[in-house]
């Protein structure tokens, strides 16, 4: 049989390194810690969890719920981990932090078809290979792997503005239109009066930063100023940026707004919209306590919050497929965050999805079809087939899941159906010939 070389033990080398060995494929698994670490990693375990112990939501009416119950069923190793080490964190999964990591280590580290590597490399190495690095990738495999895929094909993303459900914006406070009446009326504009556009402002000003660590680049606040740095530079600062209202007219009131924020679509559904010069390094929960201030988005749902820090990813769309195969070099697969997935669980995702098509190809058989009506497919199809000029990584959300096809009365028991539509098809796929070999 065939050997696969998985290069990073993180959430996402693991899981593949995992995947492969329990369908007899022997696997190579390269991880330069402890040898040399990075400014984020503190242990020697796998699986690291380098930011907050919790994995999110566990609730299948929330989308990372979803993909957290369909890894279960297709029998995920970092799952089965998180939920042997969890701590009490009322509906969401949070874990022991260590245990968990030790745990994941343990069982890749006694399984007789991996064998474990300490150290770096630099170069992509050859045969069938799974680059699961990291947004903290080393500059010397960076550079590797930029080469590989030409000057446009890795990022170093810095900054990125919230983005909000559509369903979740106040619709009598916005308004659909561009500027000057151009064109069609691709924007929700969210107005604000001047006496609302103070009160944001004040509180925008003082707002909690996240805190900067060691690996961030502080060089991104020269290239992108983030809207809280804007707002302390003047009280009119951003009614000349990003909330001019100059050329736009709210139907509700006949009038020009004060100021207002513009949301534009981010995904081709229409069911995403980010908001537009919102770069900001706020923390999550002052983002939510302070852009709520903004009528038209008091109750909004924030599907990803901004961010502002070095994160090495894909340009994916058009690079790799809906299997994170390189496209032009299908022998090379990517997985986790440096594809463009957002977040613990999605990595862990990519990583069983890549293994799960590199196995099957290796053994003989069809590769699996993870359709967008599971979130584990829609996932991989968001990073494959995302916006090419405008693509940003995303957290699982049911923005980016086929929606039913028809009504359900409201929001938790709408996500509930597509939950149940989705594990009905991974029981369906569990029964396929890829379950049967492992052992």
Not at 44 to 50: D, N, S
Not at 190 to 208: D, G, I, K, N, V
Not at 321 to 327: A, F, G, K, M, P
């Amino acid at each position: 049989m065939e050997s696969v070389t998985v290069v990073g033990a993180g959430l996402a080398g693991s899981e593949a390194a995992w995947q492969l060995a329990i369908r007899g494929i022997p696997v190579r698994l390269i991880e330069m810690r402890p040898g040399k670490s990075t400014p984020a990693h503190v242990s020697p375990w796998f699986a690291e969890l380098v930011c907050s112990n919790s994995l999110r939501s566990d609730e299948l009416s929330n989308a990372v719920g979803l993909l957290k119950e369909e890894l279960r069923r297709l029998g995920s190793l970092v799952m089965r981990c998180a939920d042997q080490h969890r701590v009490a964190a009322g509906g969401a999964l949070a874990v022991d932090r260590e245990g968990f990591a030790k745990a994941v280590t343990e069982s890749i580290r006694s399984h007789p078809l991996i064998e474990v590597e300490e150290r770096e490399i630099t170069e992509i190495p050859d045969g069938q290979v799974v680059i699961a690095t990291g947004p903290l990738t080393s500059d010397a495999f960076a550079d590797t792997i930029l080469r590989r895929t030409g000057s446009e094909g890795l990022h170093f993303y810095d900054a990125v503005a919230p983005i909000v459900s559509i369903e979740s914006v106040d619709m009598d406070s916005a308004f659909r239109a561009s500027r000057y009446d151009k064109g069609t009326a691709d924007y929700v504009n969210c107005p604000m009066t001047q006496e609302e556009y103070l009160a944001f402002w004040q509180e925008l000003r003082s707002a909690r930063q996240a805190e900067v660590h060691g690996f961030d680049d502080g060089g991104v606040f020269e290239g992108c100023m983030p809207v809280e740095v804007m707002a302390r530079r003047g009280e009119d600062t951003m009614r000349y940026g990003p909330l001019k209202p100059v050329g736009l007219r709210d139907p509700h009131t006949g009038a020009e707004p004060y100021a207002v924020v513009q949301l534009r679509q981010d995904n081709a559904e229409g069911t995403l919209y980010n908001m537009v010069g919102f770069q900001t390094h706020l923390t999550f929960g002052e983002q939510k306590r302070v852009f709520s201030m903004i009528p038209a988005l008091k109750n909004a749902e924030f599907v990803r919050y901004g961010v502002m820090h070095r994160n090495t990813y894909l340009q994916s769309p058009g690079l790799l497929d809906r299997y994170y195969r390189l496209i032009v070099e299908p022998r090379i697969t990517f997985a986790g965050q440096i594809t463009g997935v957002e977040g613990y669980v999605e990595s862990c995702a990519s990583g069983m999805l890549a293994a799960l098509e590199l196995a099957a190809r290796l053994l003989g058989l069809p590769a699996v079809d993870f359709s967008r009506e599971t979130a584990i497919g829609a996932l991989s199809l968001y990073v494959s087939h995302g916006s090419v000029g405008d693509f940003q990584p995303m957290n699982v959300n049911f923005g980016i899941i086929e929606p039913l096809g028809y009504r359900v009365k409201g929001k938790r028991n709408k996500n509930a159906e597509i939950s149940a539509r989705s594990l009905g098809l991974i029981d369906a796929i569990r029964e396929g010939e890829l379950w049967q070999c492992v052992y």
